[in-house]
């Protein structure tokens, strides 16, 4: 499965902006798909996961109720909605695909880059 993310861009605080990501490759497989995001300086963190069927969806503790992450099967494509943007936010968001309730997600993509100035 090999995955790419896009639509990062630089953002003012309390903007919104949405990112994307499409698979291709095996996308047949039941992959939950999830972001993750890393700031400059730290450790990559947990963003959102949504499971196959788009039925569950689970967040961070800092972006619950600003951000909302969905999917489209039918364009294997993830979506992570993000909505009053902070300058915390800013950081290279990556999309990653695994089974769900894994703590190691097996496919990686190659990150889109959210600023967001204050």
């Known amino acids: 499965v090999q995955l790419q993310a896009s639509g990062g861009g630089l953002v003012q605080a309390g903007d919104s902006l949405r990112i994307s990501c499409t698979a291709s490759?095996?996308?047949?497989?039941?992959?939950?798909m999830a972001w993750f995001r890393q700031a400059p300086g730290k450790e990559r963190e947990f963003v959102a996961v949504?499971?196959?069927?788009?039925?569950?969806?689970s967040y961070a503790d800092s972006v619950k109720g600003r951000f909302t992450i969905s999917r489209d099967n039918a364009k294997n494509t993830v979506y992570l909605q993000m909505n009053s943007l902070k300058a915390e936010d800013t950081a290279v968001y990556y999309c990653?695909?695994?089974?769900?309730?894994?703590?190691?997600?097996?496919?990686w993509g190659q990150g889109t880059l959210v600023t967001v100035s204050s």
């Open positions: 949504i499971s196959w069927s788009g039925g569950i969806s």
């Open positions: 490759g095996r996308t047949s497989s039941s992959y939950a």
């Open positions: 990653a695909a695994g089974p769900w309730g894994t703590r190691s997600y097996r496919y």
